[in-house]
Structure formats: C-alpha cells, structure tokens
C-alpha cells in the first residue's frame, strides 16, 4: 500500500500583539518651561536651578497642570549639590593658597620678601652670585 502524500502546512501566522491606542500629543497639557531652565540652569549656574525650581516646585504645589516636576526637583537638588562643590572647591583653593603662599609672599621691612634668598632676604645675596674660577660651589 502506498501512503497518501499530505500537504505541505504552512505555519500559520502569529496574531501580532496590539500596541496602545496612539498618544494624541495635542491632549497632553503643555510643558513648563521654568522647569527645564532649572534644570539646564542647574549645571551652568547653580543658583539659577536652586531659585527656578523652588519657585516651579512652588507652583505645582498650588496645582500647576503643565508637565515638568520631574525637571523642577532635579534642576533644585543638582543646583544645591554644585553649589556645595563649588563652595568645597574654593575652600581647598583658600587654603591651597594660604599654606603654599600665606606669610612668606609679603613684603618684608628688609625690601624682599624672604621667599627667594639672593632677592633681599634669606642669605643676604650670597646664593646667586657668579662663583669666581676654582672656587667651590659653597665658596670655600
């Protein structure tokens, strides 16, 4: 006996899964500017993100509609976190300053500053004078 042929199947399509309904942009209430200047305004100048976004953060506690809260508090906290490196960073530089350049930087009584000896401080000029031939680097 012989064995009928079947038909080839063919796979049947996968039904695709349904996307969301389309977002109507025109529904969505608008966006608040004042937001993204704090944000923006937060990495260029810190205080611009820490007074905009007090003031949005303000606003949308009284029931603002517009989009935006999200930027507002992040423009606020990164305007407070720069503020606090920059302020950080200056009081490294102050005191960089004063312990490498502090007392020895003034201007002496003597007419130097005591900092470069040959200058009119230190060894009272010895130091930068051009050595006579044969004689030692210490002048002895």
């Known amino acids: 006996m012989t064995t009928p042929i079947e ?3 063919q796979p049947q399509p996968q039904p ?32 611009v993100g820490i007074v905009c976004g007090h003031i949005t953060l303000a606003e949308y506690r009284k029931g603002l509609p517009e989009r935006g809260r999200e930027y ?22 102050i ?24 200058f009119g401080g230190g060894d009272g000029g010895n130091r930068f004078r051009i050595p006579t031939p044969g004689a030692t680097p210490y002048g002895n």
Do not use: K
């Open 95 to 118: 005191v960089f300053a004063f312990t490498h350049f502090g007392h020895s930087s003034v201007i002496r009584p003597g007419g130097g500053t005591g900092q470069f000896p040959g």
């Open 16 to 47: 695709q899964p349904q996307s969301a309904a389309p977002v109507d942009r025109t529904q969505l209430p608008p966006f608040n500017i004042m937001a993204l200047i704090a944000f923006i305004g937060a990495f260029i100048i810190p205080v």
């Open 72 to 93: 507002a508090l992040a423009g606020t906290i990164l305007g407070y976190i720069f503020t606090a490196a920059w302020l950080v960073l200056a009081v490294v530089w």
């Open 7 to 9: 038909p080839e199947t």
